[in-house]
């Protein structure tokens, strides 16, 4: 079953603007949450992480936002740049596992325009 | 530094063969974990290793074995390929376990692309 689920597969914004992702989880187990970029070709690169135990995490131009509540987080990049054009993922770990198994979504492509 | 690196990039397998997929994590990191990624899904957990111990299994098939060395490096093991083990398959390292309690993200090889004729 998919726990973790990004029900936006795709997202255009111009530069300069806000990009907002988004990402949806079932486990309330969750406790540790990561956003990863990817490019063609390349492996996914850790951009930020956030614990359960915060609601906000900012690192630059990328803040991520966790409502537990809702079971609900979303990635915040200000500005958006053209290099920002990539894929998205969205992952989870589960706080009883000691060993961090993640659990990604399927990830948004992001195309920033001129 | 160098990240995690993995070879080979590319293969291409026959049904029924076996490959080896090899993987040598960030210096100082003593846990990888393998994923598989299929085209338009998210990587999906395959192993994890932690100081040579198997630590976690997703859920694929005994086909699927891994093992790590004494230097921490990794290696994936598919048996009896199917044309549904194509995928690109990713090894992440991280100093701990990589859960909220050590806070150390995993962080990713570039991936070996694996096609099955």
């Known amino acids: 079953d998919q726990q973790v689920k990004q029900n936006s597969p795709s997202l255009s914004v111009q530069e300069g603007r806000i990009s907002i992702l988004n990402c949806d989880y079932t486990?309330?187990?969750?406790?540790?949450f990561l956003w990863y970029k990817k490019y063609p070709a390349e492996g996914p690169t850790f951009l930020i992480s956030?614990?359960?135990?915060?609601d906000k995490n900012e690192d630059g131009r990328f803040t991520v936002f966790l409502n537990k509540s809702a079971k609900h987080l979303s990635l915040h990049i200000v500005p958006s740049q053209p290099g920002d054009s990539a894929v998205y993922f969205c992952?989870?770990?589960?706080?009883?596992?000691?060993?961090?198994?993640?659990?990604f979504g399927a990830g948004t492509q992001v195309v920033v325009t001129p | 530094d160098a990240g995690v690196t993995q070879s080979p990039t590319h293969l291409i397998k026959t049904r029924g063969q076996q490959v080896t997929l090899r993987c040598s994590p960030i210096s100082g990191h003593k846990s990888v974990s393998w994923y598989q990624q299929v085209l338009g899904q998210g990587p999906q957990f395959i192993f994890q290793?932690?100081?040579?111990?198997?630590?976690g299994r997703g859920n694929f098939p005994d086909r699927f074995s891994a093992r790590q060395f004494p230097n921490y490096s990794s290696e994936l093991n598919v048996n009896a390929l199917l044309l549904g083990d194509s995928a690109l398959y990713l090894c992440a390292s991280s100093f701990g376990g990589g859960s909220a309690k050590s806070n150390q993200p995993q962080h990713f090889g570039d991936g070996t692309r694996l096609s099955i004729l």
């Open positions: 486990n309330s187990m969750f406790d540790y």
């Open positions: 992952a989870a770990s589960d706080g009883t596992d000691s060993w961090g198994k993640l659990q």
């Open positions: 956030i614990s359960s135990i915060k």
């Open positions: 290793y932690y100081e040579k111990e198997e630590r």
